[in-house]
């Protein structure tokens, strides 16, 4: 399989680029921020630019990874440019979304529910989905939730600086995810681009836990006691956002061979 990943550079991109070379597919990864070798130059907020490297390389599939909390060029309008280009050059599309996307509630989320963000970059994910599946209806829209498995993931990165009083600031009481490892996360991406599921599909860990306890958790494997870690409650200090999000993942289940694992099996 011809594999193009935008976002080779980050995180989730990283891994699966990695991931899909070793299973012997014909990868190319793109990266706009930095620059690292093996990667090729992509702005997605470059609609010809896109258009030229999909024209170039004729990808089977693209798994479109990149994003950027603060810019909603590149998280919403890159998203469309590439999932038209897809569509163009008949690539299969697989997109990565986000659980941002909806306001929070104590109800699981499934894949019927449509979004109803709360805040910029929630926005700008539910636009992305809205153009993705507008122009490429055959793609696979995967919502996800925080990613985890090592120190180079930024929460743990964020719950250590905290930790140790590099930066200010609180993990939130009251905020709920559904961490998913990121080696499970780029598994299930492959599993995506190889296969044939059409429409949105929840890939995230089993496990619910606040934003805290999962600080807590990864100060832990590096031996800083839990009261380390800053604690409050963001509903009190007024910050729109997110609370209770949990994604229903029985359709991933069902659908995947990956096994997405718990928080505590994560980072035992």
């Not at 999932?83 to 929070?104: I, N, P, Q, Y």
């Not at 930066?167 to 990121?182: E, Q």
Request: overall charge negative; proline content about 5%; cysteine-free.
């Amino acid at each position: 399989m011809r594999l193009l990943v935008t976002g080779g550079s980050g995180y989730t991109g990283g891994r699966l680029v990695g991931l899909a070379r070793a299973a012997g597919h014909d990868v190319t990864g793109t990266s706009h921020s930095t620059r690292v070798e093996g990667l090729v130059p992509l702005d997605v907020r470059d609609r010809a630019a896109v258009d030229r490297l999909l024209d170039e390389l004729r990808p089977d599939t693209v798994v479109h990874t990149s994003y950027a909390q603060s810019d909603w060029a590149v998280t919403a309008l890159g998203a469309a440019w590439v999932a038209a280009a897809a569509a163009r050059t008949g690539a299969r599309l697989v997109h990565v979304s986000s659980d941002a996307v909806f306001t929070g509630r104590p109800a699981p989320y499934t894949e019927a529910d449509l979004p109803e963000p709360v805040y910029p970059y929630g926005a700008a994910k539910a636009a992305a989905e809205t153009a993705v599946l507008a122009v490429h209806p055959d793609a696979a829209v995967v919502r996800t939730s925080l990613i985890i498995g090592d120190d180079n993931a930024k929460q743990h990165q964020l719950a250590l600086d905290m930790a140790a009083g590099r930066v200010d600031g609180l993990l939130f009481t009251d905020h709920i995810r559904h961490p998913v490892a990121v080696d499970d996360l780029a598994a299930a991406l492959l599993e995506l681009a190889e296969g044939d599921h059409r429409g949105v599909i929840h890939v995230a860990g089993p496990q619910a836990i606040t934003r805290h306890a999962l600080g807590v958790l990864i100060a832990s494997r590096h031996g800083i006691p839990a009261d380390r870690v800053p604690s409050g409650s963001a509903i009190d200090r007024g910050i729109i956002s997110p609370a209770e999000v949990r994604l229903d993942t029985t359709l991933a289940e069902s659908v995947l061979r990956t096994r997405l694992r718990g928080v505590t099996e994560i980072l035992a």
